[in-house]
T-cell receptor, first 114, second 114 residues
């Protein structure tokens, strides 16, 4: 596709529910990243993939958070048993993976846990 | 772990004037990449400029240029002939090497005064 696509754009869920956030990267991009961003702050790293392999998941806050990219393209970030503190903008980004390749960001999913 | 610091939470500049945003980073690596991203009120993340650490020449992109001081681990962004559309949050980002995570600073909010 022309850019990184994330869905849904907005998600409101009740505390305790599970949510799945989807990311469709730019076609051919090797690397896919998930970030979380609070208003007025910088993106906070969660996890990233090269192809289908999860290279680093050190930023995932706890074991309620997981991500997968089974075929090396589309990725899903899943949050189980959501809590109010999970409310934030979740951003996906992809990169061609070569040295100075920048991140191309999607428009994000704004998650609100009530 | 690498860290990125932006010591100016907020800056302002008069339209048509020049402003410099500061960024410092902490790393023991010699090979890495640096980026500046712009986030306007729409909350998109837009690449402004990038720099390879092995290049001594400072990167420029139209009205945007950087002052890269490798020994000082400093990477400032200069915006010349500021325009109202430059008003945004600006994030500095560091990436160690191919396929590695991008680390973002906390951001500087730039206001452009007419």
């Amino acid at each position: 596709g022309a850019g990184v696509s994330q869905s849904p754009r907005y998600k409101v869920t009740k505390r305790g529910q599970d949510v799945a956030l989807r990311c469709d990267p730019i076609s051919g991009h090797v690397s896919l990243y998930w970030y979380r961003q609070a208003l007025g702050q910088g993106p906070e790293f969660l996890t990233y993939f090269n192809y289908e392999a999860q290279q680093d998941k050190s930023g995932l806050p706890n074991d309620r958070f997981s991500a997968e990219r089974p075929e090396g393209s589309i990725s899903t970030l899943t949050i189980q048993r959501t809590e109010q503190r999970d409310s934030a903008m979740y951003r996906c980004a992809s990169s061609a993976g070569t040295g100075n390749s920048p991140l191309h960001f999607g428009n994000g999913t704004r998650l609100t846990v009530t | 772990a690498q860290t990125v610091t932006q010591s100016q939470p907020e800056m302002s500049v008069q339209e048509a004037e020049t402003v410099t945003l500061s960024c410092t980073y902490d790393t023991s690596e010699s090979d890495y990449y640096l980026f500046w991203y712009k986030q306007p009120p729409s909350r998109q993340m837009i690449l402004v400029i990038r720099q390879e650490a092995y290049k001594q020449q400072n990167a420029t992109e139209n009205r945007f240029s950087v002052n890269f001081q490798k020994a000082a681990k400093s990477f400032s962004l200069k915006i010349s002939d500021s325009q109202l559309g430059d008003a945004a949050m600006y994030f500095c980002a560091y990436r160690r090497n191919y396929g590695q995570n991008f680390v973002f600073g906390p951001g500087t909010r730039l206001s452009v005064l007419p």
